[in-house]
């Protein structure tokens, strides 16, 4: 079974700071992980993926996530946070070694970007 | 770039009835995904299909069923329908690639309140 965690329900900043929003997996075989935005009443967005390679992700409006291994860990970043940027993101999993395709999500964290 | 087109956007069903949500893919799409995501939830997989057949299933309920056409376009079909399954409904599409971890893009969604 694949599963990811969004431990927090929603991350506040200040425009101009960094921003982080955590997320956890757990995957029977490798994992593809990705970030999706949702604004509201809208469909998500795509904004970045790791299948392989640098651990280091870079994808769209400035965001990044790091691929961490041993810690089972795909936090997304922004070096400076825009008031732009509120929205919820959903970390999602694909288990890269199951017969299935589905996407697994997690609950997704709000983000709340203070002019 | 041509997206994932849904409809239809909004419907309003009673209790009992039926309602089918169409889902038009990104060309060259060959994977079809539906998601229902209810106010403040996260998105949950229903089913996917790929080259018209069904792929995956996840928690959708028996009185739904979908299809893959031959032109890739999908349908999702609901009936009996209940108070609970007012939500906002989506499709994802994609084209899969092992290399590229067959990332999947969403419509809009078709938002169904049964009343």
């Known amino acids: 079974a694949q599963s990811v965690a969004q431990p927090e329900d929603q991350v506040n900043v200040a425009e101009g700071n960094p921003l982080t929003v955590k997320c956890t997996y757990s995957?029977?075989?490798?994992?593809?992980l990705f970030w999706y935005v949702q604004y509201p009443n809208r469909g998500l967005q795509f904004l970045l993926k790791y299948i392989t390679g640098d651990n280091l992700v870079k994808g769209s409006y400035g965001f990044e996530a790091e691929f961490n291994k041993s810690q089972t860990s795909f936090h997304l970043k922004k070096p400076s946070a825009l008031v732009s940027d509120s929205a919820l993101y959903f970390c999602?999993?694909?288990?890269?070694?199951?017969?299935?395709?589905?996407?697994?999500f997690g609950t997704g964290t709000r983000l709340a970007v203070r002019p | 770039a041509a997206g994932v087109i849904q409809s239809p956007r909004h419907l309003i069903k009673e209790k009992r009835e039926t309602a089918t949500l169409k889902c038009y893919p990104i060309?060259?799409?060959?994977?079809v995904y539906w998601y229902q995501q209810g106010p403040g939830q996260d998105p949950q997989f229903l089913i996917s299909?790929?080259?018209?057949?069904?792929?995956d299933k996840g928690s959708i309920p028996d009185r739904f069923s979908a299809q893959q056409f031959s032109d890739y376009h999908s349908e999702l079909n609901m009936s009996s329908l209940e108070l609970g399954d007012s939500a906002l409904y989506f499709c994802a599409t994609g084209r899969r690639d092992a290399n590229s971890g067959n990332t999947i893009y969403f419509g809009e969604g078709s938002w169904l309140t049964v009343v």
């Open positions: 060309p060259r799409h060959d994977t």
């Open positions: 995957v029977s075989g490798n994992p593809y």
């Open positions: 999602a999993v694909r288990d890269g070694g199951s017969s299935g395709d589905k996407l697994t």
């Open positions: 299909f790929y080259e018209k057949m069904q792929s």
